[in-house]
């Protein structure tokens, strides 16, 4: 997991008018938080941590009046409708710490044949990993599954130094036979007919 270097500002000026202010300039504010310290305000560039958060548990490395900080996205706010990013908190973390995270689910391979539907019962699981080790996601193969077939949490390979942070036998991803679908499908029409006749 590669770190991506931003410079920080710290900021004294709080609220939505200043928050305005900063967002016009580009930047983004943000609190920077975590160790049992003050929480710590300040604004970082809007166009370099938009793309830094393009990457899921980015570690963040912070340059904070001259003293070098790492952190990870705790919580992003971003514009409802136009999509900038509004407020972001930030978590400090140390080389070698565990922290609670989540890591996206992602599949490869093709179910069997016959229609069946993948359900994404949780999109991310939630694991525990070293702070400059997080995995950004998993990879599990679907490939030849069949309808009822469910892949749980403990089931997923999780890389070297991971572990899981939710029941072992928590279900990720199962698989739904589409002929239910069908039928119902099928009594809709056969209502509708009689409907018109």
């Given at each position: ?37 003050d929480p710590i305000h300040v604004t970082l560039p809007g166009h370099e941590l938009h793309l ?98 469910t892949i749980l949490a403990k089931d997923i390979p999780l ?39």
């Amino acid at each position: 997991m590669s770190e991506v270097k931003l410079a920080a500002e710290t900021r004294t000026e709080f609220g939505k008018g200043a928050a305005r202010r900063i967002r016009r300039e580009s930047k983004v504010p943000a609190v920077v938080y975590g160790h049992g310290g003050d929480p710590i305000h300040v604004t970082l560039p809007g166009h370099e941590l938009h793309l830094a958060l393009r990457t899921s548990n980015v570690l963040l490395a912070l340059d904070i009046d001259g003293k070098k900080h790492l952190a990870i996205p705790k919580a992003v706010q971003r514009d409802a409708i136009k999509g900038f990013l509004e407020h972001v908190d930030l978590l400090l973390v140390r080389q070698g710490e565990k922290v609670n995270v989540d890591i996206y689910v992602h599949t490869e391979g093709e179910l069997a044949p016959g229609g069946n539907l993948l359900e994404h019962v949780l999109n991310a699981l939630p694991v525990e990993a070293e702070a400059t080790h997080i995995p950004e996601s998993v990879t599990v193969s679907i490939a030849g599954l069949e309808a009822g077939a469910t892949i749980l949490a403990k089931d997923i390979p999780l890389p070297s130094g991971t572990t899981l942070n939710v029941e072992e036998d928590t279900v990720v991803l199962q698989v739904l036979a589409a002929q239910a679908e069908e039928a119902a499908e099928a009594t809709e029409g056969e209502a509708d007919a009689a409907a018109e006749a």
